[in-house]
C-alpha cells in the first residue's frame, strides 16, 4: 500500500495536479480504478492539504444494475464522511439523437456533469480514475481509427479541470491495492462486451495477443511512446494557440477561421490548429477520424464558398467566403432568393455571407478587373436583380462564343453542388445573366472599349458577424 500511496504522490507532485487549500471531486464509477483513486486521495489529503467530495454519473444503459452502482458509490461517500452529488442521463437516447457511439456520448454528459458539479460546489480539479492500462489503450484505440500527434499521446495526466492520479499505475497493481486495502468494488458488466466496444477488444484481445506474440514489455514501451509525446507537445502547444488566436474568432455557433491566414501553413501545423479549434469551439474532437481532418484541411486550402464538411456528432464545416466555420450542422442550402440591386446601390446576401454593390463610374476611376469585380457595360444598370441558379439558365461566359448553360458551366469548374446554390448571379431582365459572381462575368456584358462610363459591380464579405469576438 506504501508504495502505491507514494506513486499517486509523485504523479501529484510531478504534474502539479492539487494545490493545499484545493478541493478535489472524484468521480466515482464503482470499479476498482476509482474505488482505489477515492481511498488512496482520502489518505492523502491531510498531509497533502486538499479535501474531497465525491460524483457518480448514471449512464442509464444498465438498467438495475447502474442504480445499484450509484447507491455503492453514494454508500462509500458516506463511509468517508465525503458529501456525495449524483448526476445521470440518457446516454443511449443521445448517441441516436447526435449521431455519435455509445463511447463519446456517455463521456460527454459525465463530463459536462462533472464540471457542472465542480463549478457549482467550488472543486478546483475533477479526479478521473484513469490508469497507465487505460492510456495504453487509448494509444492504440487512436492508431487504429488513425491519429495525428496528439492521439499518440493517450490519456494527458492533466488537462484542467480534469486530473489523473492513477495515470502512472497500472491495473493489475490498482486490484493488488484493492485487496490489500480490504476495499470492494462493483464490476461493470459492459467492460468485457468486445462486441459493441472497439476499447474492449484492444483490452482482452489486442493487448494480450501483443504481450504474448512480442513480449510482455510491449505496454511499457507503448507508455513510454505516449510520455515522449507529451513532453514534445507541452512545448508546443503553446505555440499553436497562439496561432489560433490569430487566425480564429468567435462566434454564436461555433468558431470562424481565417482562410487567408491558414492557407500557407505548414500541413502539420495546419491539423494541429484545427485540432485546437476542435477543442475550443466543442470541448473536443473524439469521434472525429484523420479523414476528417483532412478534408478541413483540403477545404482551407482549395475550397469554394458554400463547400462543406460534414463531421460527427451534428457538426459541421462550411466556407464562407474568407472564413472556414465550425459550426452545428445546418440544413442543406436552398437557392439564393431573387433580391434588386439598385445601381447605386448594395444588396447584402446572408446565406453566402457576402454583399454586392453596384454603382457608375468613370472608366478611368474604375477598379481593375477580377473575381469580385466586374466592370460592364453601364447601359445595363436598370432593372438589375440578384439571385441563385436555376436550371436552364445559361450564358457566353467571356473569352467563348456559344452559350453555355449554368450546370455545365460548374461543372466544368468543379463547382461543388452546395456551392453552386450559394453563387450569386447578376441577371439583367433582358441580357439574363451577366455575371456569375466570383467566377466569369457574360461576353456581351462587359464595357465597351472607349466607354467613358462603365458599371461597376463588386462582391465583398459580410463584414458585420453577429456574436464574433476576439479568441483568446
Request: with cysteine; aromatic share 6%; glycine share 10%.
Amino acid at each position: 500500500m506504501g508504495n502505491f500511496l507514494k506513486r499517486v504522490r509523485v504523479a501529484m507532485h510531478r504534474h502539479r495536479m492539487a494545490r493545499p487549500g484545493d478541493r478535489i471531486l472524484v468521480a466515482v464509477s464503482g470499479g476498482a480504478d476509482s474505488v482505489a483513486m477515492l481511498d488512496a486521495l482520502v489518505r492523502l489529503a491531510p498531509e497533502e492539504g486538499f479535501s474531497a467530495a465525491v460524483a457518480h454519473f448514471n449512464h442509464g444503459l444498465r438498467g438495475g444494475e447502474a442504480d445499484a452502482d450509484e447507491a455503492f458509490v453514494a454508500s462509500l461517500a458516506h463511509s468517508y464522511g465525503l458529501e456525495f452529488y449524483a448526476g445521470r442521463g440518457d446516454v443511449a437516447a443521445v448517441a441516436r439523437a447526435e449521431g455519435r457511439g455509445l463511447e463519446a456520448a456517455a463521456r460527454r454528459l459525465r463530463h459536462g456533469f462533472l464540471r457542472a458539479t465542480a463549478a457549482e460546489h467550488g472543486c478546483a480539479a475533477i479526479a478521473l480514475g484513469h490508469t497507465a492500462s487505460d492510456r495504453v489503450e487509448t494509444v492504440l484505440l487512436h492508431l487504429l481509427r488513425g491519429t495525428g500527434l496528439a492521439g499518440l499521446q493517450g490519456m494527458r495526466p492533466v488537462r484542467r479541470p480534469f486530473i489523473r492520479p492513477l495515470i502512472t499505475i497500472w491495473r493489475p497493481q490498482v486490484e493488488e491495492y484493492c485487496r490489500t486495502a480490504g476495499l470492494r468494488w462493483r464490476t461493470d458488466d459492459t467492460n468485457r462486451d468486445t462486441r459493441r466496444f472497439l476499447r474492449n477488444r484492444i483490452r482482452h484481445e489486442l493487448l494480450p495477443m501483443l504481450e504474448r506474440e512480442y513480449g510482455p514489455g510491449v505496454c511499457r514501451a507503448i507508455l513510454r511512446c505516449a510520455e515522449a509525446v507529451e513532453m514534445e507537445l507541452s512545448w508546443t502547444e503553446p505555440l499553436v494557440r497562439e496561432a489560433l488566436a490569430e487566425a480564429a474568432e468567435r462566434y454564436d455557433r461555433g468558431i470562424r477561421l481565417s482562410l487567408e491566414r491558414l492557407k500557407g501553413l505548414p500541413e502539420g501545423l495546419l491539423m494541429r490548429i484545427l485540432r485546437a479549434a476542435a477543442l475550443a469551439a466543442f470541448g473536443g474532437a473524439c469521434d472525429w477520424r484523420w479523414e476528417h481532418f483532412a478534408a478541413l484541411a483540403s477545404a482551407i486550402r482549395v475550397g469554394l464558398t458554400g463547400h462543406r464538411v460534414m463531421l460527427p456528432g451534428g457538426l459541421e464545416a462550411r466556407v464562407a467566403y474568407e472564413w472556414l466555420d465550425l459550426t452545428t450542422a445546418q440544413p442543406e442550402p436552398s437557392a439564393l432568393p431573387e433580391r434588386p440591386l439598385l445601381v447605386p446601390g448594395e444588396v447584402e446576401i446572408p446565406e453566402a455571407g457576402v454583399r454586392l454593390s453596384g454603382r457608375l463610374c468613370s472608366r478611368h476611376e474604375a477598379p481593375v478587373p477580377g473575381p469580385q469585380v466586374a466592370v460592364l457595360d453601364a447601359a445595363l444598370a436598370e432593372g438589375l436583380v440578384v439571385r441563385g441558379w436555376r436550371p436552364g439558365d445559361a450564358f457566353v461566359p467571356l473569352g467563348m462564343t456559344g452559350r453555355k448553360k449554368l450546370q455545365d458551366f460548374f461543372v466544368d469548374a468543379k463547382v461543388p453542388r452546395a456551392v453552386r446554390k450559394l453563387t450569386p448571379l447578376v441577371v439583367h431582365p433582358q441580357a439574363g445573366v451577366i455575371w456569375v459572381a466570383g467566377m466569369r462575368i457574360a461576353q456581351g456584358a462587359r464595357a465597351p472599349a472607349g466607354a467613358g462610363v462603365v458599371l461597376v459591380l463588386e462582391m465583398r464579405p459580410t463584414s458585420d458577424v453577429s456574436g464574433a469576438e476576439g479568441l483568446s
